[in-house]
T-cell receptor
């Protein structure tokens, strides 16, 4: 079945440093969605990417969808302590989301 | 505010004792999902309802069942909980129109953390 690989598993950064998490698949991704889950919380939808090569920004967050629709990335510029949590990418496959394993972000102040 | 509500937030049960988790939504979404999430792992889809149509994942154990009596409510029944079933259970909803799933954003409830003693 569809599989989405996500790296790194874990990243610990100093406040103000940048952070990037990557997702890739051996097959073409349909629509990539990104979710954030705060510690002890539930996943919250951030954004959806549909088009090849698409780039979207939300304040300090930049989301990209690869030209071949086989990879995606989330980049956070100048991390803040409020950015801590786990970031999941997910491929929309019919009615279902196929989640990547997630990247746990910790920010040292 | 429209939302997805899960009750209870914490549930403790005994090994082998049936337990039911509930989910309600005020979003009027036609798709409802149940996920199991263990520590430091991604949510794992157990099953979902698209309107009244039940869709079970191939690797979901028979021990897990679900009911959706109406649009707003969905229940997860664990018939004989084992120690390995201790996890966070997340309910989510989405709205799908026609043949397009391009707007299938999922809205998650706060989850029920299940402990099995």
């Amino acid at each position: 079945g569809q599989q989405v690989m996500q790296i790194p598993q874990y990243q610990h950064v100093q406040e103000g440093e940048d952070f990037t998490t990557y997702c890739n698949s051996s097959t073409t991704l349909s629509n990539i969605q990104w979710y954030k889950q705060r510690p002890g919380g539930h996943p919250v939808f951030l954004i959806q990417l549909v088009k090849s090569g698409e780039v979207k920004k939300q304040k300090r967050l930049t989301f990209q969808f690869g030209e071949a629709k086989k990879n995606s990335s989330l980049h956070i510029t100048a991390t803040q302590t409020t950015d801590v949590g786990t970031y999941f990418c997910a491929d929309l496959y019919g009615n279902k989301l196929v989640f990547g394993a997630g990247t746990i972000l910790r920010v040292k102040s | 505010d429209a939302m997805v509500i899960q009750n209870p937030r914490y549930q403790v049960t005994q090994f082998g004792k049936p337990v039911t988790l509930s989910c309600s939504q005020t979003l009027n979404h036609n798709v409802m999902y149940w996920y199991q999430q263990k520590s430091s792992q991604a949510p794992k889809l157990l099953f979902h309802y698209y309107d009244k149509d039940f869709n079970n994942e191939a690797d979901t154990p028979d021990n897990f069942q679900s009911r959706r009596p109406n649009t707003s409510f969905c229940f997860l029944d664990i018939r004989s909980p084992g120690l390995g079933d201790a996890a966070m259970y997340l309910c989510a909803t989405s709205f799908r129109t026609g043949g397009s799933s391009a707007k299938n954003i999922q809205y998650f409830g706060a989850g029920t953390r299940l402990s099995v003693l």
